[in-house]
């Protein structure tokens, strides 16, 4: 008893603490809410955290819409330097903090994850500093203390917090140190996976939200994704689907199979069978078929739940393969066999556990890394994010960019890091270091800056096969990039690798466009190794009417021959200055513009 009343007194006196020295930001602050995980992020607005808008409440099974109000797969993602972090929150069903079968923390609970400025993204740990009732009130609260967390300068720490998965939220603050740095941001606005199915998809039964299979998939791939998972209603009705094509995915996966054991073999056929039609009709993304989870062969008690789902496998797959016959593109299939359950990645024979939800992922994966990713890999570097610049936030100008390209139809691309980023054009940029010789280059030609401050090599792959070659054809593309690599010591084997890598890539998207492959600019004191990496790439590039390799080093260094730079038409001896960018305008133009 005394044991209690000690965590309760310290409770109060965090709460009172944070109440006085926390500044509190809400999500739903924004023009457009900072929800992650919606479909229909802007038409629910700042209405609530459901995941389904308001026309759908007479058209959708009334368990569904009701199930709809859990914030399953929802997420805020935001940026802070702040020492501590705290979060409080209204349940809408402050009542049921927990299920029989899913923990507190998975069913009301919050989750947080860091991502470092290279892109590592870590669990924050709590610590078990939370609670669901304070004061007898039903606002939930947790804090993390983020003393030992790295300090990234100015730029803080971008940080995701998954919200509860079978519970709702009806308003939330995210509170931080008063006078420290706190942005909201979204994630990236391309295509999303969208998950459709059963409790299984919804959450259960993982230990905490971020546990959940898709969401382990989300911080594998770094696509968005959409948990449309409704716990005992995964039916497959076709207005499910009617709501789904409205959808523009990058994948559909469906995980029906064990909310169906009650509908007959011809019933659950024909809604297959509308589903992957209504979903043709309107995009031609894959479509991931998943079976039941019932054990695997190991098991001696075969429950007549699991004989059900074997019946409707049987069914799924039949008609899966007649729709192929049919001539329907892109379908895909897991068996149950491949997922592989046993007793111990159940909690009671039908919900996963953490382990559980583990196979659910490495099963996904092994599919996805062929739709997804296919021969778009690099060799010797992993494709990630970054937010190592001071000035601006790396992920709102990819999204800047991705608008860009989809409402201009760009002639040209410029892609590169913050030597062709400050040059000018737009997306706009608040360092525009070229002056007017950007304007004098391109003129009224159509253009899209996919330059990227402090971009690496690997951090271009990323962009690049996270939609920013979508939605347009460009004629020609120019690509400068290696420069941030040689202060991390990198080989020029490895830089030349991951250029050539890009390019691979750049041909296989965007085949019409004729690639420029620009040599890195010579920088102070490493003229030498620049000249290096460019001897290399201009003997192992293999080159042709589409693909060539320009060496501008000219432009910038000095005319005595000694190879240095010309230190006149540079600001600290790596990015041009107005002069050094119009000394590049006459090799650009050759480049671009003679016949």
């Known amino acids: 008893m005394q044991r209690r009343i000690l965590v309760f007194t310290a409770l109060c006196l965090a709460f009172l603490w944070c109440k006085a020295q926390t500044e509190w930001h809400n ?22 955290y459901d995941r389904m808008p308001e026309r759908f409440k007479d058209k959708i099974p009334t368990a569904v819409w009701n199930l709809s109000h859990q914030s399953a797969g929802l997420s805020v993602t935001f940026t802070t330097n702040s020492k501590n972090i705290a979060v409080r929150y209204l349940l809408t069903n402050h009542a049921r903090v927990a299920l029989n079968n899913v923990v507190a923390l998975n069913t009301s609970g919050v989750d947080l994850y860091a991502i470092d400025v290279d892109g590592k993204t870590t669990f924050v740990p709590n610590m078990m500093k939370y609670t669901f009732s304070l004061n007898n009130s039903d606002t939930a609260q947790f804090t993390y203390d983020l ?28 509170g931080v140190d008063k006078g420290s740095k706190f942005a909201f941001t979204r994630v990236s606005q391309e295509k999303p996976i969208v998950v459709y199915g059963t409790s299984i998809a919804h959450g259960a039964s993982a230990s905490r939200p971020a546990l959940i299979w898709s969401s382990m998939l989300k911080r594998k791939y770094d696509y968005p994704f959409i948990n449309l998972g409704f716990s005992g209603n995964g039916k497959m009705e076709n207005v499910m689907y009617d709501a789904l094509s409205e959808i523009d995915a990058r994948v559909y996966i469906l995980d029906c ?39 695997f062969d190991n098991s001696t008690h075969v429950h007549k739940r699991f004989k059900g789902e074997y019946q409707k496998d049987s069914v799924q797959h039949k008609v899966y393969e007649e729709l192929k016959a049919d001539g329907v593109k892109g379908l895909h299939y897991i068996t149950y066999k491949e997922l592989g359950m046993t007793a111990d990645d159940l909690i009671e024979g039908v919900h996963p556990n953490d382990l559980g939800m583990k196979k659910y992922a490495d099963a996904y994966s092994k599919y996805l890394d062929r739709i997804l990713v296919g021969e778009d890999t690099m060799r010797c570097y992993k494709p990630c994010v970054q937010r190592r610049d001071n000035g601006y936030e790396w992920m709102m100008r990819h999204n800047e960019i991705l608008e860009q390209n989809r409402t201009t139809d760009p002639e040209i691309l410029m892609i590169g890091n913050s030597i062709t980023h400050f040059w000018g054009g737009q997306p706009d940029c608040d360092r525009k270091w070229g002056g007017k010789t950007w304007d004098k280059l391109f003129g009224k030609h159509r253009v899209t800056n996919m330059g ?52 691979k890539l750049l041909r296989r998207r965007q085949p019409q466009a004729k690639i420029h492959v620009i040599s890195i600019y010579p920088r102070k004191d490493k003229e030498d190794v620049v000249r290096a990496i460019n001897d290399l790439l201009e003997k192992t590039l293999e080159q042709d009417a589409f693909v060539r390799y320009h060496d501008v080093t000219s432009c910038l260094t000095l005319k005595d021959g000694s190879g240095k730079i010309d230190p006149t038409c540079f600001r600290e001896g790596l990015h041009p200055n107005e002069k050094g960018y119009g000394n590049l305008v006459p090799a650009y133009k050759k480049i671009l513009f003679s016949k």
């Open 27 to 48: 999500p739903m602050e924004g023009d457009e809410p900072f929800i992650n995980g919606r479909a229909w992020n802007k038409e629910i607005g700042k209405k609530s």
């Open 147 to 174: 003393k030992e967390m790295p300090v990234f300068g100015k730029r803080g720490t971008a940080y995701e917090l998954y919200l509860p998965t079978y519970n709702g939220v009806k308003w939330m603050e995210i």
């Open 257 to 295: 199979v064990p909310n169906c054991v009650g509908l007959t073999n011809d019933e659950f056929a024909s809604r297959v069978r509308y589903g992957v039609r209504k979903l043709r009709s309107k995009s031609d993304a894959p479509i991931l078929f998943m079976e039941g989870n019932a054990l």
């Open 452 to 503: 990227m401050g402090w971009d690496r090599v690997e951090n271009v792959y990323w962009r690049l096969i996270h939609g920013e070659l979508d939605n347009c054809k460009p004629s020609q593309i120019c690509l400068m990039i290696g420069t941030n690599n040689i202060p991390v010591n990198d080989s020029k084997e490895k830089i030349v690798s991951g250029i050539i890598d890009i390019v």
